[in-house]
């Protein structure tokens, strides 16, 4: 049971990997970043602490020459060779990198030496202490003998090697110790910033994965809803296929029952008839609208741009929707213009578009006019439909052409409508690199007007 369970472990382990590798792999950069940072931040700091105790032993040779130098006739004088040290001690005071100068000249006939002039006064006239190191820094004459020490002030460095006469002879020794205490307060202080750059950087990569774990929860919502469109997409669209063919039936049927003379039916039979043909209709522009806006929204309403007359293209919806407005006792008014008005676009959307207008402007006026205007100019055919209906408020404006929208008060309780039929208008004016802009007052009336580009010559 315990070797299923840590089985199970792995396998849903490797699952999580393989579905969240971005994840992971963000993980592994919030490690290995941080190493690699810190990892080279040694590297540096090292090498740089290295560099800095090479600069100071070339700092210790040089001085050591330049004061065997001043020293070279003054052996035999050790007063002089202490002022000598004392003048050094002054002139670096400032700086403070020389934390020792002693001076050892030969015991005579005896071995080792003893310190002849010091800038630690103490020590002036005692056995030099070590006499190893000296003895070591005797036989070589040219390299002498250095090392790094510590104690309680901090690090420095200590050499020793060999003074000689202005006769290149072998005089004494000069041991130097120079303060690494500034190189050192300056790496530190690197390392110290290092610290906390690193500590930003690993804040950073945490919240570049908090933010990506966020991403990815978002792109997985994004990816659901992309496969709920599409599924409500390929519903809709079956639903609305399967919905056409019965009501193409109703359709014929009710076209057969009115046409039959010999039924006899009675008044109120004819009025069900006249009804169920109105809600086959209704249906029907419903099961349209939605095809359209699953195409719509599907990116698959197929548009082919052509360029033809715009005013003809408009005479002739007039003709097909005139009889609405006979039947409502309405004006409906075409003011064609004079010479042609060629557009690029497609025409029977087009078409669609001019009767959708025309269509709302009859159905939400109740009496009056309907004018339908076109002119071009800047490049672009403007055609105007301005009706004398209800109107509309300026909040309704601004929805107007949202899907599902209806303007709901008194007027428009019984006029029949999905609110899709603008929403769809606009979309396809937009595929056409068209515009659908609205005037509206309420109780006065409401001017529609379409923009299209005009062809080019």
Not at 65 to 86: E, H, T
Not at 148 to 174: E, M, P
Request: aromatic residues 8%; neutral net charge.
């Amino acid at each position: 049971m315990a070797f299923q369970g840590k089985s199970n472990f792995f396998v849903e382990t490797a699952s999580f990997i393989r579905e969240n590798a971005v994840i992971v792999y963000s993980l592994v950069l919030l490690v290995i970043i941080p190493a690699a940072f810190l990892y080279n931040n040694w590297f540096i700091n090292d090498r740089y602490g290295e560099a800095i105790d090479k600069i100071t032993l070339n700092k210790e040779l040089v001085l050591s020459r330049v004061i065997n130098n001043l020293m070279a006739d003054y052996f035999g004088d050790p007063a002089k060779l202490q002022s000598i040290i004392d003048k050094i001690m002054r002139d670096d005071k400032d700086d403070g990198d020389i934390v020792e100068i002693s001076v050892l000249l030969p015991k005579s006939g005896e071995q080792g030496f003893y310190v002849a002039a010091s800038s630690n006064r103490d020590d002036v006239g005692k056995d030099s202490l070590y006499f190893t190191q000296d003895a070591l820094a005797w036989s070589k004459p040219v390299e002498g003998v250095g090392g790094l020490s510590n104690n309680a002030a901090g690090r420095f460095w200590r050499y020793t090697r060999v003074l000689l006469t202005n006769k290149s002879q072998k005089a004494g020794l000069i041991r130097m110790s120079l303060s690494l205490n500034d190189p050192d307060e300056l790496v530190n202080r690197v390392i110290t910033n290092s610290y906390w750059i690193l500590a930003a950087i690993f804040l950073f990569v945490v919240l570049l994965i908090a933010n990506q774990a966020r991403f990815l929860v978002f792109a997985l919502m994004v990816t659901k809803m992309k496969e709920v469109d599409k599924m409500k997409d390929t519903f809709i669209s079956m639903a609305s296929h399967e919905l056409r063919s019965p009501l193409t039936a109703m359709r014929g049927y009710l076209e057969l029952l009115r046409d039959k003379k010999d039924l006899n039916l009675d008044a109120e039979a004819r009025h069900y008839l006249e009804n169920i043909g109105i809600s086959v209709q209704r249906l029907g522009s419903l099961v349209e609208d939605i095809l359209e806006v699953s195409r719509i929204e599907g990116n698959r309403l197929p548009v082919e741009i052509s360029d033809f007359d715009a005013a003809v293209a408009v005479s002739r919806c007039i003709e097909e929707i005139k009889s609405q407005a006979v039947q409502k006792g309405l004006a409906l008014n075409w003011q064609a213009p004079a010479a042609p008005v060629p557009v690029r676009a497609d025409e029977s959307r087009f078409k669609q578009i001019i009767i959708n207008l025309v269509s709302n402007a009859i159905k939400y006026t109740e009496k009056g006019v309907v004018d339908v205007t076109m002119s071009a100019k800047n490049g672009k055919m403007a055609l105007v439909v301005a009706d004398t209906g209800i109107g509309m408020s300026a909040e309704d404006q601004g929805k107007l052409f949202q899907k599902f929208y209806r303007i709901k008060n008194a007027k428009t309780a019984d006029i029949i409508g999905t609110g899709l039929g603008l929403w769809i208008t606009m979309e396809i004016a937009r595929k056409m690199e068209g515009n659908i802009t609205v005037e509206s007052i309420e109780g006065v009336g409401s001017h529609f007007t379409l923009y299209l580009p005009l062809a080019i010559k």
